[in-house]
């Protein structure tokens, strides 16, 4: 089993749709969480941190369930631009940071 | 901006030859991590290091070394470049004791091994 799993999709969505991606991960000692964005053929960035109590950045919602070792990233009023591959990570410790492979979103005109 | 820079972005290797990638980062960074990235399974840590000449084992060090001789400078060495070594290599960068950080990647480097 992956240590961080992610549906691959591909999540094709209109403009405007809200889309949610969910993630679990297995090391129940994890100690911090992220989502990243990765556009095709670009390297991974940051797009936000996971904190126990949800967080919001603009359109881009995170929510983390350490009971149930899930996290879940939430976009509201999609844009083209946002089309691309969202990776759910996991810190296990030791400065590590866990990746899964990563959900492939397309959001559609 | 924390830069990370890796010095080529396409590479074309032949079977058996030694390999050198080399990173570069500019913000001072302690710990620097080289991942390799193959589709359906996403990154995977190679190695990494928290300090110079510190180096530690990720989950597939198998065929590769590296080296850290500069705080600002991490080398990914494949010994003998072999076809299933063919992947996206990253290198990225971050602050000592910042677990609430992500890291800061490198372009990457796209590696052929023929």
């Known amino acids: 089993r992956k240590e961080v799993e992610q549906d691959p999709g591909p999540f094709n969505v209109p403009e405007g749709a809200t889309v949610a991606f969910n993630c679990t991960y297995s090391n129940s000692a994890s100690q911090s969480f992220f989502w990243y964005r990765q556009d095709c053929r670009k390297e991974p960035k940051l797009l936000m941190s996971v904190y126990s109590s949800g967080n919001e950045d603009g359109r881009f919602t995170a929510q983390l369930n350490r009971a149930s070792q899930y996290i879940s990233l939430l976009i509201r009023d999609s844009k083209l631009s946002d089309s691309a591959t969202y990776l759910c990570v996991v810190n296990r410790g030791g400065n590590k940071l866990v990746f899964g492979a990563g959900t492939i979103l397309r959001v559609k005109s | 901006d924390v830069k990370v820079t890796q010095s080529s972005r396409y590479l074309v290797k032949r079977t058996g030859e030694k390999v050198f990638l080399e990173c570069v980062q500019d913000?001072?960074?302690?710990?620097m991590f080289w991942y390799r990235q193959d589709p359906g399974l996403g990154l995977r840590l190679i190695y990494f290091s928290y300090d110079v000449k510190m180096k530690e084992k990720g989950d597939i060090p198998e065929g590769y070394s590296v080296s850290r001789e500069k705080k600002e400078r991490f080398s990914l060495i494949l010994e003998s470049a072999s076809t299933n070594q063919t992947s996206m290599y990253l290198c990225?960068?971050?602050?000592?004791?910042?677990?609430?950080?992500?890291?800061?990647f490198g372009s990457g480097t796209r590696l052929t091994v023929v």
């Open positions: 990225a960068s971050r602050p000592f004791g910042s677990s609430n950080y992500g890291y800061t």
């Open positions: 913000m001072d960074h302690e710990n």
